[in-house]
């Protein structure tokens, strides 16, 4: 997600590479679509959007997972 984030991207789009990655490579689920960016960081716990990143933003997500090899994951970044 970080080497493919680009600003005019929608958090959406960010999002989906997460859950694209995961499920190609036999991950089970994702568990929530908390992910934001500029001023929808405060207050926190909003899902992602088709707000576009700017250059310059902040981005935080976090999620739970099941993810390849059943690996269950807490991510938060």
Do not use: K, Y
Not at 8 to 22: A, C, D, F, K, R
Not at 35 to 44: A, E, F, K, Q, T
């Amino acid at each position: 997600m970080r080497e493919a984030l680009r600003p005019g991207m929608t958090e959406n789009e960010l999002w989906s590479i997460l859950h694209q990655t995961n499920i190609a490579m036999g991950g089970e689920w994702i568990e929530g679509r908390l992910l934001v960016s500029g001023d929808r960081i405060n207050p926190w716990f909003h899902e992602c959007s088709d707000r576009m990143v700017r250059a310059g933003e902040l981005v935080a997500f976090d999620t739970d997972m099941i993810g390849p090899f059943g690996f269950c994951a807490d991510i938060f970044l």
